[in-house]
């Protein structure tokens, strides 16, 4: 059976409740100073003036039977936009960097953008952060072992998790897929927010 993530949204607001997430074992990807660490830019000011000027990264792993799918994404601070995503067998420099290529698509050219992520092996890579050189784009990192460095990143997560995944098993790949496309175009097109004055992220960009 299917999840209508409005209905539940809605029920949670007239019941006055608030979503606690469970706490989940976290994928981990620091593995010591491997390339350059980059300054911690943001120092925890999440707040933007407009879209482009601070996008966020993650990491977060999900169990499919035997097998763990990586899902990588970056939020804009602005709107809690959802910019670009993708789901790996790998949590390697790949899935990261063809994210970040989506994402940077939708850049415009005079965008002054920091990207914020953890100290993940993934935003060492020196490919990596020549392809951040190369589009102008901001590296900020957050201090090792430090979730609240990244806390916007951490409470999307948490929510997404809560109102999509919990206590849900999946069996096959396909549909995690499915799970995920599907929640993500919810989220930004639909899903409200009282940070946005009541609207979704993608109404409140125009």
Not at 44 to 71: G, H, M
Not at 150 to 162: H, I, P, V, Y
């Amino acid at each position: 059976m299917g999840v209508n993530h409005k209905h539940v949204q809605r029920l949670i607001q007239e019941m006055g409740l608030q979503v606690r997430t469970k706490k989940q074992r976290k994928y981990r990807s620091y593995k010591g100073e491997q390339g350059k660490i980059a300054p911690n830019l943001l120092q925890r000011d999440f707040s933007a003036s407009k879209p482009n000027e601070k996008w966020l990264t993650d990491i977060t792993e999900f169990n499919v039977k035997d097998e763990k799918r990586y899902f990588s994404l970056i939020l804009d601070c602005f709107n809690n936009e959802l910019i670009a995503y993708g789901l790996s067998r790998h949590p390697n420099g790949r899935l990261v960097q063809e994210m970040l290529l989506q994402a940077v698509e939708k850049l415009p050219r005079n965008a002054n953008l920091i990207l914020h992520s953890d100290q993940g092996i993934h935003y060492q890579m020196p490919s990596y952060q020549r392809l951040l050189t190369k589009n102008r784009i901001s590296q900020s990192m957050s201090r090792k072992g430090n979730c609240l460095d990244n806390a916007a990143m951490e409470s999307f997560l948490g929510r997404m998790k809560t109102e999509c995944f919990h206590g849900k098993l999946f069996t096959r790949i396909d549909e995690l897929e499915k799970v995920i496309n599907d929640y993500v175009r919810y989220y930004n097109e639909e899903r409200i927010q009282l940070k946005l004055k009541g609207l979704s992220p993608i109404q409140y960009r125009k």
